[in-house]
């Protein structure tokens, strides 16, 4: 088995915060990452594949293929965008990147 | 004369619209950069600085005061904000990083 | 004056050796980049252009715009592409770093 | 046990073609991969160890040790040559990565 | 389960040789990593966590507790340090990279 | 005129305190770059040179000729070493990275 890995970045903004708790708790919580205007980050995502190669192209596939797949699924829905108001997968659920993973 | 950089991030969100223009200007010239709820980036800041060296010390400035001088008077200000509405240096000015250049 | 710079890469092939002089010669001179096949490289290519500030937009040029020229002007005509045969601007030119420099 | 790992890179040119399609799949699978006079890249490959550490010297291998492993039994094979023409081990394969991996 | 990983650095001297070998050996199997006075590296240490998210914070560990955790369990022990001499973990060890994965 | 760079790195150890002034005084200056068995970096070099390109090969300097001439005009002196006790150009001089550039 080959493993493949494709590497894009986005960039998006978010806010950590729990709406669940106080003003203070969140605060206190997240610090700096619960400003109330939002910051952001380029963020970097891997994507690794499994498989065995094809012995006609000698690929496992495409990564331009890979690529447009990450992109068209993933990248396209949250690059440029904030997290917190304009992604629909991520409704009611804090944008740290452990979600993302989650989530996507 | 010996040149000495030091670089240093902030996480930042921003918007890149012109008040001045209209909704669909804006969208023409800035495209997604221009997104209504902004998004963000992890900016690299690279200062450079020139000097002689102190036959005392062997430095021009210790870089941990340089890192020290860049965080408080730059860093402190922008990062985890919100560059259009938490940072009054840049109050009536279109986020761009040219224009943050110019302005720190 | 604000500097902004942009960097691409590209993968392409290429033999360094000197039509005029002898195969022992180049073999002697260029060491292994003189192979008889060819072998290559990703290259990367940094762009920098220099200019004032657009007031209406806070840019110099748009990132993306200059990635678009640099894509079209250069990229295209060099990305997997063999330099020794497939780029009538390099045409009688030996395939060196320097020479693309010169001749983009 | 400890993973040990070391990254070395390589030179090469290459076409990715399959002389059993015809031109035109290739064209349509391969892309500008399967242009006739190849291109290249600089590839890069790391190679991981497992072992338990030699009490005698701290080691489970001297890297210096296993840079020269690299570099005889896999990188001089490779580098600055054309993987389609060059490499006795890769005589009928297709020279795309996975099939490197797969003969090395 | 999520993996999250941190990388720090720390600056410091070492000189790898066996007080058990003569100084012959020692200067034939560590080679220029036995020189008398000692020489020094920038160490990468990187240390991954597995866990769960916490559904309160989104968040397995906040990345910003985690480095105060590694930079005071470990980095501090050895920042700035003469691995051979100063620190008291590595007294009668050999400090290769290997032996401070174990003893840390 | 065509810059080429080249860039090398070395592993040394180092000292930086000034033997005129008093213990107390290089800790408060130099801080735990003063600890008194030293610590060491991985060092970074960039050479750059200038010049025409030479038409009988394409090139300024053959990079591998650059290569060498570093290496064993500099490089080989401070690799592996205490830049304090075994590098006699820098007897009596500060080992700061400044120094080094203007001995160098």
Do not use: W
């Not at 080959?2 to 206190?28: G, M, V, W």
């Not at 891997?46 to 596939?61: L, S």
């Not at 629909?88 to 996507?104: D, Q, R, Y």
């Amino acid at each position: 088995m080959i493993y493949l890995s494709k590497t894009l970045t986005f960039s998006a903004s978010h806010r950590i915060y729990n709406p669940n708790l106080s003003d203070e708790d969140n605060q206190r919580i997240f610090k700096n990452c619960a400003n109330p205007h939002g910051h952001g980050h380029n963020f970097t995502l891997e994507v690794v594949v499994r498989g065995k190669i094809n012995p006609d192209t000698g690929y496992v596939i495409d990564l331009k293929d890979l690529k447009q797949i990450i992109q068209k699924e993933i990248i396209d829905l949250v690059d440029h965008k904030n997290l917190n108001i304009d992604v629909k997968e991520l409704n009611g659920i804090i944008p740290t990147s452990e979600n993302l993973l989650m989530v996507f």
